[in-house]
Nanobody, 128 residues
Framework: QVQLVESGGGLAQTGASLRLSCAVSGRTFSTYVMGWFRQAPGKEREFVATISGSGGRTYLADSVKGRFTISRGNAKNTAILQMNSLKPEDTAVYYC?????????????????????WGQGTQVTVSS
């Protein structure tokens, strides 16, 4: 059974940084395209960032470009979301998502419906 586990959320002040991590457990021999989404209270879930299975291709939402980066961790099938210059509007529950893809692929996925696996979410709160 595949599980995605996020860590690293918390409370930060405007302009500070936080780092979110996501690790896949179960079927770790497979390759996953991974993404981050977020949902603020009263709003729909929105795409934040995605990284290909190979790690060679990334895509970020316009709202976070220049402030956030997504990368692969040292362990296979981990994804890191580095969030810098945080703003109050970044406050949300952040979800990690994954989908099994062919090894070495450069697929990136921006739509939530494209993903098969989701983490439980981690809260990020940015105070002004």
């Amino acid at each position: 059974q595949v599980q995605l586990v996020e860590s690293g959320g918390g409370l930060a002040q405007t302009g500070a940084s936080l780092r979110l991590s996501c690790a896949v457990s179960g079927r770790t021999f497979s390759t996953y395209v991974m993404g981050w989404f977020r949902q603020a209270p009263g709003k729909e879930r929105e795409f934040v960032a995605t990284i290909s299975g190979s790690g060679g291709r990334t895509y970020l939402a316009d709202s976070v470009k220049g402030r956030f980066t997504i990368s692969r961790g040292n362990a296979k099938n981990t994804a890191i979301l580095q969030m810098n210059s945080l703003k109050p509007e970044d406050t949300a529950v952040y979800y990690c998502a994954g989908k099994i893809v062919p090894d070495g692929s450069d697929y990136v996925m921006r739509l939530g419906v494209e993903y098969d696996y989701w983490g439980q979410g981690t809260q990020v709160t940015v105070s002004s």
